[in-house]
């Protein structure tokens, strides 16, 4: 299955700034997602990355919040924007490849102090 | 719309013994599956999944898992548990074909006596 590298793996910001998480993948992938994990929560989906084409946000989840972009079939980047505490998560990335599935980058643990 | 439902959200299981972790989903037809493994601090780890074909699936970590469309199921079993197997353990379900979102249990923490 595809790799993905995803970075940074932690921060801490201060409120009102903004991060900008990159991941990188080792094969071209048509889609790729992003993920947030909030403390001792499953995972819900941000919005979903095509190449080409803007990104596609799940209800609760604006642009304006959480731009993406996808330049290329093996890179996508999340920001997160004007930071609160109520930001702190962990953010994944995934992409989807054929038969092999759903591959997760490691996470980046967000701390928004 | 679907869902996925993981009834134990912690699991205590002594070193060796066995484990069946459980997944329920509901779903228009007959989607992907697929377990992950999260140890903390860390992403998703993909432990199996069922596509089509046999429905014992067997993955890495000595773990299987039994597709049983009557339930609606997907429970995940491992013989004899490791302490290494300490982690929190999520279902989910896609679509055929794939290419869409993944909807996710909330997750089973698992804890290993020793």
């Known amino acids: 299955s595809a790799v993905i590298s995803q970075k940074p793996s932690r921060d801490i910001c201060q409120r009102g700034t903004s991060l900008t998480i990159q991941c990188q993948v080792d094969?071209?992938?048509?889609?790729m997602f992003w993920y947030r994990q909030q403390p001792g929560q499953s995972l819900t989906l941000i919005a979903t990355a095509n190449q080409g084409s803007e990104a596609t946000y799940e209800s609760g989840f604006v642009i304006d919040k959480f731009p993406i972009s996808r330049p290329n079939l093996t890179f996508s980047t999340l920001t997160v924007s004007n930071m609160s505490p109520e930001d702190s998560s962990i953010y994944l990335c995934s992409a989807h490849r054929g038969n092999y599935g759903y591959t997760f980058g490691s996470g980046t643990r967000l701390t928004v102090v | 719309a679907q869902s996925v439902t993981q009834p134990d959200i912690h699991i205590t299981v002594s070193e060796g013994a066995s484990l069946e972790l459980r997944c329920n989903y509901s779903y228009g037809a007959t989607p992907y599956l697929f377990w992950y493994v999260q140890s903390p601090g860390q992403g998703l780890q993909l432990l199996l999944k069922?596509?089509?074909?046999?429905?014992l699936v067997q993955g890495i970590k000595g773990f299987e898992a039994e597709f049983k469309r009557s339930q609606s199921s997907f429970n995940l079993r491992k013989p004899s548990v490791h302490w290494s197997d300490a982690a929190e353990y999520f279902c989910a379900v896609g679509p055929r074909g794939g290419g869409n979102k993944l909807t996710f249990g909330t997750g089973t923490q698992l804890k290993v006596e020793l």
């Open positions: 069922y596509f089509s074909g046999d429905t």
């Open positions: 094969s071209q992938v048509t889609m």
